[in-house]
């Protein structure tokens, strides 16, 4: 991805969140500069902020994601058992542009439709060897109910509806109807290390400089 396109991404995910009400930390708006420095050490290390990927296959608008992290925790408190255990992210998901099919090893996480148009799931339990089982139904809890998943078929969450998907639950997600607004809770969040994918692509965009940074990525860390 061209820097130039991320800045732009960046300023329209930001309209596009503000118009439905909610507002983003101050450290949104914090300069490259200041993301450097000793005052966001706490943001860096625990990978707060902007993260807008393409899976490093340069077509953004058909696979891609935003991202904005807003609290994390640290993984050290998972092992023992206390602590900030959890994590919570705003995501934008444009119509028709595909989240690619993945799993995590350790992150439990809520989905939410926060609003915009509906956001359509792809969802498959793991097999034996942790690959995608295409045979078997799946069940996940819906806004705490369960709902039972036949192989190939999609989940679909109007605005407000969400779902669990614990780890080792392969999933793909999209939006039809209008962009979609997501909320994303969870477990402490690690992209770097817990993302299976199916396909072999990388979690973040390599970016081409072609232009001065108007803030600074989770990835430029």
């Not at 359509?120 to 819906?142: H, Q, T």
Request: hydrophobic share 40%; aromatic share 8%.
């Amino acid at each position: 991805m061209k820097r130039s396109e991320i800045n732009r991404i960046k300023a329209e995910a930001q309209a596009f969140i503000h118009s439905f009400g909610a507002v983003l930390p101050p450290f949104a708006d914090w300069s490259p500069d200041l993301m450097r420095s000793e005052q966001a050490a706490g943001i860096r290390e625990r990978s707060l902020g902007w993260d807008i990927t393409d899976y490093g296959q340069g077509k953004f608008d058909e696979l891609g994601l935003f991202l904005f992290t807003l609290r994390n925790g640290n993984e050290k408190d998972l092992s023992e058992g206390r602590g900030m255990l959890y994590a919570e992210k705003l995501l934008i998901s444009r119509e028709n542009q595909l989240s690619p099919m993945h799993r995590h090893i350790v992150k439990a996480e809520d989905i939410i439709n926060r609003g915009g148009g509906d956001l359509v799931m792809e969802i498959y339990a793991s097999d034996a060897k942790g690959g995608i089982d295409r045979d078997n139904p799946v069940v996940v809890p819906s806004d705490a109910c369960p709902v039972t998943i036949q192989p190939g078929e999609h989940l679909r969450l109007k605005p407000g509806q969400s779902v669990t998907l614990m780890p080792g639950i392969w999933h793909a997600f999209w939006a039809e109807q209008g962009d979609c607004l997501i909320g994303e809770v969870s477990t402490v969040n690690d992209d770097r290390t817990d993302n299976v994918f199916e396909a072999p692509i990388p979690r973040f965009a390599n970016i081409e400089e072609d232009a001065e940074p108007d803030f600074l990525l989770v990835a430029d860390y």
